[in-house]
Nanobody, 122 residues
Framework: QVQLVESGGGLVQTGGSLRLSCAAS????????MGWFRRAPGNEREFVAV????????YVANSAKGRFTISRDNAKNTVYLQMTSLKPDDTAVYYC???????????????WGQGTQVTVSS
């Protein structure tokens, strides 16, 4: 079992920045690839970013590339999503998730947090 808790969401203006954190507990954090997903109002959940268990590989969705950075600190059992140049289209509930493989496929992520709300005002 892995428990994931997101934090750091909030309200920002267009062009602002926000850093999300996801704290993990339970099974060894470093065994898992960690991903960020989001669900905007009226939309399906979509992939945002993923990072490998050792941090050596990462991938960011085209919609966020150049603006969002994923990182992890295995000593702190925490994964981060640094978001800059935020747009109203980034408004969503953001979820972190854990997978046994480095992947962007949502169904392969076995554990999910409850989500944290990010709202970008225009």
């Amino acid at each position: 079992q892995v428990q994931l808790v997101e934090s750091g969401g909030g309200l920002v203006q267009t062009g602002g920045s926000l850093r999300l954190s996801c704290a993990a507990s339970g099974r060894t954090f470093s065994n898992y690839a960690m991903g960020w997903f989001r669900r905007a109002p009226g939309n399906e959940r979509e992939f945002v970013a993923v990072i490998a268990w050792n941090g050596n590989s990462s991938y960011v969705a085209n919609s966020a590339k150049g603006r969002f950075t994923i990182s992890r600190d295995n000593a702190k059992n925490t994964v981060y999503l640094q978001m800059t140049s935020l747009k109203p289209d980034d408004t969503a509930v953001y979820y972190c998730a854990a997978a046994g493989v480095f992947t962007t496929t949502q169904r392969l992520f076995d554990y999910w947090g409850q989500g944290t709300q990010v709202t970008v005002s225009s």
